[in-house]
C-alpha cells in the first residue's frame, strides 16, 4: 500500500514541475509517461507536442474524440451536437452506464455534458482561433482527453 502512494506521490510532485529544468541525476520521463497520457492520444499530439505546439496538440486529441464518437454512434454531427447526442439521455447511441439506477442515469448524462462542453471549451477555440497554450494547460487538456477516452473504451455495450 505504501509502495503505491509513494508512487502516486513522485507521479504528482514530478507533474508540478513539468517544463522545468530537472538535476543531472534524475531519470528523464516524458510528460505524457508521467501524465499518463492514453497511448492514442499520444499518437496524434506527441510530435506536435515535442515541437512545441501546444494548441494544435490539444486540438488534435479533440479532434480525435470527435471522430472517434462520430464513429461509434453513427451520429453525422460534430463538436457539442455530436456529443448531446451521441452520450443523450433517452436514446443514447453510446452507453456508459447501465442506466437503471437514477445515480447511473445521472453519470451518463453528465459524461454527456462533459463530453459536449469539453468541444465547446477546448476543440472550438483551437479550431477557430490563434492560441498559444503554455506547456501545463496542453498537459492538462491532454490529461482530460484520456480520460474521456478511457471512459468510452469501458462503456457497456447494447
Do not use: W
Given at each position: 500500500m505504501?509502495?503505491?502512494?509513494?508512487?502516486?506521490?513522485?507521479?504528482?510532485?514530478?507533474?508540478?514541475?513539468?517544463g522545468?529544468?530537472?538535476?543531472?541525476?534524475a531519470?528523464v520521463?516524458?510528460?505524457?509517461?508521467?501524465?499518463?497520457i492514453?497511448?492514442?492520444?499520444?499518437?496524434v499530439s506527441?510530435?506536435?507536442?515535442?515541437?512545441?505546439?501546444?494548441?494544435?496538440a490539444?486540438?488534435?486529441?479533440?479532434k480525435?474524440?470527435?471522430?472517434?464518437v462520430?464513429?461509434?454512434?453513427g451520429?453525422?454531427?460534430?463538436?457539442?451536437?455530436?456529443?448531446?447526442?451521441?452520450?443523450?439521455?433517452?436514446s443514447?447511441?453510446?452507453?456508459?452506464?447501465?442506466?437503471?439506477?437514477?445515480?447511473?442515469?445521472?453519470?451518463?448524462?453528465?459524461?454527456?455534458f462533459?463530453?459536449?462542453?469539453?468541444?465547446?471549451?477546448?476543440?472550438?477555440?483551437r479550431?477557430?482561433?490563434?492560441?498559444?497554450?503554455s506547456?501545463?494547460?496542453?498537459?492538462?487538456h491532454?490529461?482530460?482527453?484520456?480520460?474521456?477516452l478511457?471512459?468510452?473504451?469501458?462503456?457497456?455495450?447494447?
Open positions: 505504501f509502495k503505491n502512494l509513494t508512487r502516486f506521490e513522485r507521479i504528482a510532485r514530478a507533474s508540478r514541475n513539468v522545468k529544468a530537472r538535476p543531472s541525476s531519470p520521463a516524458h510528460p505524457f509517461d508521467e501524465r499518463n492514453h497511448p492514442a492520444i499520444a499518437k506527441k510530435a506536435l507536442f515535442d515541437d512545441g505546439h501546444y494548441s494544435q490539444t486540438f488534435e486529441a479533440f480525435f474524440l470527435d471522430a472517434l462520430k464513429e461509434l454512434s451520429v453525422n454531427d460534430s463538436g457539442h451536437g455530436l456529443m448531446m447526442n451521441a452520450f443523450g439521455d433517452r443514447t447511441k453510446i452507453k456508459l452506464t447501465d442506466m437503471v439506477t437514477q445515480s447511473e442515469q445521472d453519470e451518463q448524462s453528465g459524461y454527456k462533459i463530453f459536449a462542453g469539453s468541444m465547446s471549451a477546448i476543440r472550438n477555440p479550431g477557430h482561433e490563434i492560441i498559444h497554450d506547456i501545463d494547460r496542453c498537459l492538462d491532454l490529461s482530460m482527453a484520456s480520460t474521456l478511457r471512459r468510452i473504451e469501458d462503456r457497456k455495450y447494447p
